[in-house]
């Protein structure tokens, strides 16, 4: 392998600082999450950036001291950050989870019928006219359970991911009451009135308002607010939304989201830089990769190895810190797409791999909002393109001028191959280092960018021959580790005790200990922690 040195076309940022050395405001990064959000429940970008500015608009009126201006921010930036934690569950049931998000995002969530008659539809829509009733059945008999669980799941990975942010205590503890209603007939403790934390009712009525107003009209809005006051929103405040609520979406369609709420973002203005910044590109690719049961530390895991080939090929130290953070970025689009297509057990159709080529478009969107991720962007959104111009979005030819986003390209290669799939087991490492030099042959891939990664890998070096034993984390033993790892790709416990050879019982014995050792209670929490502690990688 040739050492062939990178050449760097964003060495420097619009500041003038390294690429190693630019700060980002923490407003940015929680803005950003946002649109991941509004993708995840197929909304335009910005519209939770628009239902933030409604929430403060609501603060200002009602005369809400500093303090909950503040945590009211926070939480309609990051209501639905736990969101990608039971994206899986939800498409299990429902298939396309994104379109019944999107299709119940404004339906009144007090009224459990109304979300029901959507519910029974998107279960039976595949299914023989025979089969409908005992559908109905299952759900009517399970549904009330299954939300319970599907809720909970997404708050507790929620207050993981904030957590990890270093956000307020306030703002974590309105957060779990992501899905309750006034009325208590939310989710997943049923807490009523004033039982929910203000910040959270105040966004429980600005998120419905600005969906509502965007999707039918400003009118049709207040219509609801006056509908659903004393049910499903606090009656005070929706009362105050139905007297001003005209001139705030006014006022709303004149404004440039993005802007508008960074301007708001409370002082003094936190920033990340240096290890801070990215430690909170970590819990980005966390919050990314929980998506599918299949993508678990998939950015990690690129990152790691992306970075490590950059070293061989002679990258300075600020395109490798560059190279590695647009790695733990590059798949943020994947919120967009469904999991239907992310975990469906076959090949794909022609119309579900358009879908899937949105992706790197939807990341570079998404990052180019903020200066300092725009930065990221030429590698973060051209993992995907190859040096013969096979690839996508933008079909481009790669070559040693992009040394970075081919080392992407590669390692991501790398690494999904040898990674199970929906559609087929993971690929032995010798075998994912063949593929990879048959596509640097035809063209594909670079040459010496394939012989770093896999030298990177470890192919071609005699492994350690007195290598440690690592400690398992949390206490573990060997088997609740296969256990957690299994659990994590979403196999249920009946799966779970097949693979293992195991009865069921003893596999739920085996998963209710491992979930009391590492302090969760859901799947997605669990695959979470598998992930912070690298038992899946």
């Known amino acids: 392998m040739t050492g062939v040195a990178c050449t760097s076309r964003h060495r420097r940022t619009s500041g003038g600082l390294p690429i190693s050395g630019p700060s980002l405001r923490l407003g940015e990064f929680v803005?950003?999450?946002?649109?991941?959000?509004?993708?995840?429940?197929?909304?335009?970008?910005?519209?939770?950036?628009?239902?933030?500015?409604?929430?403060?608009?609501?603060?200002?009126?009602?005369?809400?001291?500093?303090?909950?201006?503040?945590?009211?921010?926070?939480?309609?930036l990051l209501r639905y950050i736990g969101c990608t934690g039971h994206a899986h569950e939800v498409a299990t049931v429902f298939g396309d989870e994104i379109a019944i998000r999107a299709q119940t995002l404004v339906h009144d969530a007090a009224d459990p019928a109304e979300v029901m008659r959507d519910v029974v539809t998107f279960a039976t829509a595949s299914a023989a006219p025979d089969e409908r009733d005992q559908i109905v059945r299952s759900l009517q008999e399970g549904a009330h359970e299954w939300a319970v669980h599907n809720f909970a799941s997404g708050c507790e990975v929620g207050d993981m991911l904030v957590q990890r942010l270093g956000l307020d205590v306030d703002v974590r503890h309105a957060l779990a009451f992501t899905f309750e209603r006034w009325n208590g007939k939310g989710y997943p403790a049923g807490a009523s009135g004033e039982e929910i934390?203000?910040?959270?009712?105040?966004?429980?009525?600005?998120?419905?308002?600005?969906?509502?107003?965007?999707?039918?009209?400003?009118?049709?809005?207040?219509?609801?607010?006056?509908?659903?006051?004393?049910?499903?929103?606090?009656?005070?405040?929706?009362?105050?939304?139905?007297?001003?609520?005209?001139?705030?979406?006014?006022?709303?369609?004149?404004?440039?989201?993005?802007d508008a709420v960074l301007e708001l973002?409370?002082?003094?203005?936190?920033?990340?830089?240096?290890?801070?910044?990215?430690?909170?590109?970590?819990?980005?690719?966390?919050?990314?990769?929980?998506?599918?049961?299949?993508?678990?530390?998939?950015?990690?895991?690129?990152?790691?190895?992306?970075?490590?080939?950059?070293?061989?090929?002679?990258?300075?130290?600020?395109?490798?810190?560059?190279?590695?953070?647009?790695?733990?970025?590059?798949?943020?689009?994947?919120?967009?797409?469904?999991?239907?297509?992310?975990?469906?057990?076959?090949?794909?159709?022609?119309?579900?791999?358009?879908?899937?080529?949105?992706?790197?478009?939807?990341?570079?969107?998404?990052?180019?909002?903020?200066p300092a991720l725009a930065e990221l962007n030429a590698v973060a959104a051209s993992h995907h393109e190859k040096a013969d111009g096979s690839g996508y979005h933008k079909r481009l030819r790669t070559h040693g001028a992009d040394r970075e986003a081919c080392a992407l390209a590669a390692a991501d290669i790398y690494v999904g191959l040898t990674t199970e799939r929906a559609d087929r087991p993971a690929f032995s490492g010798d075998a994912a280092a063949t593929e990879l030099?048959?596509?640097?042959?035809?063209?594909?891939?670079?040459?010496?960018?394939?012989?770093?990664?896999?030298?990177?890998?470890?192919?071609?070096?005699?492994?350690?021959?007195?290598?440690?034993?690592?400690?398992?984390?949390?206490?573990?033993?060997?088997?609740?580790?296969?256990?957690?790892?299994?659990?994590?790709?979403?196999?249920?416990?009946?799966?779970?005790?097949?693979?293992?050879?195991?009865?069921?019982?003893?596999?739920?014995?085996?998963?209710?200990?491992?979930?009391?050792?590492?302090?969760?209670?859901?799947?997605?929490?669990?695959?979470?922690?598998?992930?912070?502690?690298?038992v899946v990688s």
């Open 197 to 258: 934390p203000l910040a959270m009712r105040v966004v429980h009525l600005s998120h419905d308002m600005e969906a509502i107003g965007r999707l039918f009209s400003p009118e049709h809005a207040l219509d609801a607010a006056r509908d659903r006051r004393g049910r499903t929103y606090d009656p005070e405040l929706a009362d105050l939304f139905a007297a001003n609520g005209g001139g705030w979406f006014e006022r709303l369609a004149k404004l440039d989201p993005w």
């Open 265 to 370: 973002e409370p002082e003094p203005h936190r920033t990340l830089a240096g290890a801070e910044l990215d430690d909170a590109l970590v819990v980005a690719a966390d919050f990314i990769d929980l998506k599918s049961p299949y993508m678990g530390g998939h950015s990690r895991r690129c990152a790691q190895l992306a970075g490590d080939a950059a070293v061989l090929l002679g990258c300075t130290p600020d395109e490798i810190t560059a190279l590695r953070r647009a790695a733990l970025l590059h798949e943020f689009g994947t919120t967009a797409v469904p999991n239907s297509i992310w975990d469906k057990p076959g090949p794909l159709t022609r119309s579900e791999f358009d879908r899937v080529e949105l992706h790197p478009m939807l990341t570079e969107q998404m990052l180019r909002r903020s």
């Open 437 to 534: 030099r048959r596509l640097a042959s035809d063209g594909v891939l670079d040459h010496d960018v394939v012989d770093a990664v896999l030298a990177a890998a470890g192919h071609g070096k005699p492994a350690a021959a007195t290598a440690r034993r690592p400690t398992l984390p949390g206490g573990l033993t060997g088997r609740e580790v296969e256990v957690l790892r299994l659990a994590a790709r979403g196999l249920t416990t009946r799966a779970i005790a097949d693979h293992l050879y195991i009865s069921p019982k003893t596999a739920d014995h085996h998963i209710q200990h491992v979930y009391a050792k590492i302090g969760v209670s859901t799947r997605a929490a669990a695959a979470l922690w598998a992930v912070q502690h690298e």
């Open 31 to 76: 803005a950003t999450f946002a649109l991941a959000q509004d993708n995840a429940f197929g909304q335009p970008l910005e519209s939770q950036l628009r239902s933030c500015l409604l929430a403060t608009a609501i603060c200002e009126e009602a005369g809400f001291d500093r303090a909950s201006r503040e945590t009211v921010y926070w939480v309609a």
